[in-house]
């Protein structure tokens, strides 16, 4: 159509296009903040929901007193480690002062030192009690540490189950909010696909056509972008059984729509010449002609060929002569592209058999 256009309508078009995909582009933000603001209408869903309260809350209590436990029991550990390190040390070094004054009182075999022998073994044992002791300290707090661990892990095992359990129910309640929220974008979607296919068919070419094809055109991106890639898959047989659902849909109206369009032409085909010449927009026939189409039935035809006047397929006047100059134009053309004389149409022939309006093969359309 455009070969038939005006140069300002050329552009004025190429505007109305651009409205057309600004309008769109608009919307598409819109619908985007609108359905990405959806799953907001649900609550934020955790792990507590669905656990078993009145059993995790102790096994959790004993956790986190038997990490305390633990904790203070680690730090009390490294004392009474530090305390056994010193007793050793005293006890190593006094057993070795002990040997060499035993070795000494050997040699000097001085009876009179006899109580000082004493003195030092009791000075020994009570190294060694003390010794003992901060073995007997750091036993016990090894044991602390090592019930509140043995406690600790028997509460996570047992914590572990439970939120096993509703870690379950948990994905199970997020697979049903997240078929709800495909619902909320399909029950906002669908309306808009609905509607942007009632506007294809009835108001593609209206006067508003640029707000229309926008509305289309952001139809299509919230169903196609908005939808389809949270649509839930179940394996693939969902989104399977939809395409095929929409290719049947879309395959149904595109058949009716051809059948429609053939029995349509079937029956231009049988009407007079002159009918059918009303029923063609200049602009059709122009852009039909320019894909060198006959404009009635669409079929390929030879423009060139300077001896066809007529549509060899269904008989439509292609050429006239003008009424004035008598030169070969085009019988959709408003002028003689010779002398510029409207194309009036001449007065129909009636036949025998009654008044059909016919043209003759030199008469203008």
């Known amino acids: 159509m455009s070969k038939s256009l005006r ?40 792990l507590d929901d669905f656990i078993d309260r009145a059993a995790a809350g102790p096994l959790r209590s004993t956790i986190k007193a038997s990490e305390e436990t633990e904790l203070v029991a680690t730090r009390e550990l490294e004392q009474v480690r ?38 030092r073994t009791k000075s020994l044992d009570a190294l060694k009690q003390k010794e003992d002791e901060a073995q007997r300290k750091v036993a016990a707090q090894r044991q602390i540490v090592l019930d509140a661990r043995q406690a600790e892990q028997r509460a996570r095992e047992s914590l572990a189950v439970l939120e096993r359990v509703a870690q379950e129910k948990l994905e199970a309640e997020y697979r049903r909010v997240e078929l709800r929220v495909f619902g909320y974008r399909l029950a906002l979607t669908l309306p808009l696909l609905v509607v942007a296919g009632w506007l294809f068919v009835k108001k593609r070419k209206g006067t508003y056509w640029p707000f229309v094809w926008g509305f289309i055109f952001f139809a299509l991106f919230a169903f196609f972008v908005e939808l389809v890639p949270y649509m839930p898959s179940y394996g693939g047989y969902v989104r399977y059984v939809v395409g095929i659902l929409a290719t049947v849909l879309v395959g149904r109206y595109a058949i009716v729509a051809l059948n429609r369009y053939l029995a349509r032409q079937k029956l231009a085909e049988q009407q007079p010449d002159r009918v059918r010449r009303e029923e063609l927009s200049y602009d059709t026939a122009l852009v039909r002609l320019g894909k060198n189409v006959c404009p009635g039935c ?30 070969r134009k085009s019988a959709f053309s408003k002028f003689c592209h010779a002398c510029g004389t409207s194309a009036a149409p001449r007065a129909p022939l009636a036949s025998a058999a009654g008044s059909v309006d016919s043209f003759t093969p030199g008469a203008p359309a």
């Open 7 to 46: 140069l300002s309508e050329k552009w004025f078009r190429r505007g109305l296009w651009l409205v057309a995909l600004v309008f769109a582009s608009f919307l598409i933000g819109l619908g985007g903040t609108v359905v990405n603001d959806l799953p907001k209408v649900e609550r934020a869903l955790e």
């Open 298 to 327: 669409e079929r390929p035809v030879d423009l060139k060929n300077n001896e066809i006047d007529f549509c060899p397929h269904c008989g439509i006047g292609l050429f006239d002569h003008c009424g004035q100059c008598e030169t």
């Open 82 to 119: 530090l305390q056994l390190t010193a007793a050793q040390q005293a006890s190593a070094n006094a057993r070795e002062t002990f040997g060499n004054w035993i070795a000494t009182r050997r040699a000097t075999a001085q009876p009179d030192q006899d109580p000082e022998l004493i003195a």
